[in-house]
């Protein structure tokens, strides 16, 4: 299928998470990926949980529609194979640990004198500048030094570690974005450039109140405040007495007499303390105090839910995971989908979040094995002939693994 990067070109250096979920979105929108694979295990993703007959589910999620080329970069043959790549893409990825590709010999001093158009995008823990930028890092590591750690969990005990990885996919968005903005700028000025993006600059950018908060109020402190908003009262998560849960959200004035009215409690509305926005962040305590007895004297998760959305308030029930992949809004919104794998069968995924109306349908694509493009690579963006890459073949310099 077209797509809006049709003709766009990715060397793509990147592993895991953050990476592969910039070049994830790139590939849905028609680029050329070339994913570099350096071991003869290639990206760590690929034997990350479920595997199933050696096939990971992880890597038919990230790495879909990717081409594969699984080359030994300490060879010096290696190295010059992917160096003769650079003048045929436009873009390089890469998020290894501070030096890394610089030792490896692709460096942007290096790159950019062999293609000056090439963008860049250096994803890291930590950036490249900064006490911190030669640490290694991973999500939970940036989730500490960003605070993000700090208001997870409840206030009397220790913080509780995010159960996914929010921060890699907001790195990757985040490189998503810099590389199509750097992309514009190329096409006005014809030049190339680095865009570095780093796991705690994302995170940092989460906090949408404490930054300022801590600076206007003169140092006082933001706590965690474990299933409720830590500013807002009556914004949170609130358990039924079955053992359900359920999230409330009645942010404004109107919604919050709503709420009042499905519990039968009108008076509630008209307090002083809890009419105002203002008045339920003031006496946040006593209004969640009140929803919670509410929350536990109720039975039916869905018929709570009901009755709060007929009264226009915003609430959720706080689905499984299970319940979240056959939810049908999830479905025929595009946010979950269905793939197809000729190891793994059926497989879901994340759909792609950004929609275009010129772009309305979404590629089949599917996940490569192991070094599956070697030869397209090394012949007709790297210019080796047949001897050549049987060479490289035969020195073990490129690798091909069918099982995965």
């Known amino acids: 299928m077209e797509g809006l990067f049709d003709g766009l070109r990715v060397l793509d250096f990147t592993q895991v998470l953050a990476g592969p979920t910039a070049t994830r979105l790139m590939v849905e929108l028609g680029a050329e990926i070339i994913k570099v694979e350096m071991t003869p295990a290639g990206d760590m993703g690929r034997g990350l949980p479920e595997v ?7 890597h038919v999620q990230q790495n879909r529609g990717k081409r594969s080329i699984c080359v030994d970069l300490k060879d010096p043959r290696g190295r010059q194979l992917v160096l003769d790549l650079v003048p045929h893409v436009d873009v390089m990825i890469q998020n290894f640990a501070a030096g890394v590709i610089e030792r490896l010999g692709f460096g942007y001093d290096v790159v950019s004198a062999i293609n000056p158009r090439l963008i860049v ?7 490249r500048t900064g006490p911190l930028r030669d640490r290694p890092g991973y999500d939970p590591i940036a989730q500490a030094y960003g605070g993000i750690l700090h208001m997870l969990g409840y206030e009397d005990r220790p913080s509780i570690l995010a159960g996914i990885s ?8 985040h490189s998503f974005g810099g590389i199509a903005a750097a992309l514009y700028h190329r096409e006005r000025t014809g030049r190339g450039q680095e865009v570095s993006i780093s796991l705690l600059d994302a995170y940092v950018t989460t906090h949408e109140v404490n930054w300022q908060s801590w600076s206007v109020s ?4 933001p706590v965690r405040r474990g299933n409720v908003h830590p500013v807002v009262g009556g914004v949170g998560v609130f358990a039924l007495g079955d053992g359900s849960s359920v999230v409330l959200a009645p942010v404004n004035d109107r919604q919050w007499r709503s709420t009042c009215e499905v519990m039968g409690r009108p008076e509630l509305a008209t307090d002083p303390n809890f009419a105002t926005s203002a008045g339920r962040c003031e006496h946040r305590d006593e209004v969640n105090a009140e929803l919670t007895d509410w929350f536990a004297s109720q039975s039916d998760r869905d018929a709570v839910v009901s009755r709060l959305e007929a009264h226009r308030v915003p609430t959720a029930p706080v689905l499984s995971l299970a319940e979240a992949a056959v939810h049908p809004h999830l479905h025929e919104s595009g946010a979950l989908r269905w793939v197809d794998d000729d190891v793994l069968g059926k497989v879901l995924i994340p759909g792609m979040p950004i929609k275009f109306s010129e772009f309305p349908g979404a590629p089949t694509l599917a996940a490569q094995r192991l070094g599956e493009d070697n030869e397209y ?4 963006i790297g210019g080796r002939s047949a001897a050549e890459y049987q060479s490289l073949i035969d020195a073990g ?6 099982a995965t």
Do not use: Q
């Not at 995008?121 to 950036?127: L, R, T, V």
């Not at 929010?166 to 968005?173: E, W």
């Not at 003169?218 to 402190?221: L, N, Q, S």
């Open 397 to 402: 310099v490129l690798i091909h693994d069918e």
């Open 121 to 127: 995008c250096n994803m890291s823990a930590f950036g």
């Open 218 to 221: 003169g140092g006082v402190e």
């Open 52 to 58: 199933r007959d050696g096939r990971s589910g992880y």
């Open 377 to 380: 690579i090394a012949r007709e």
């Open 166 to 173: 929010p921060g890699d996919v907001l790195t990757g968005v």
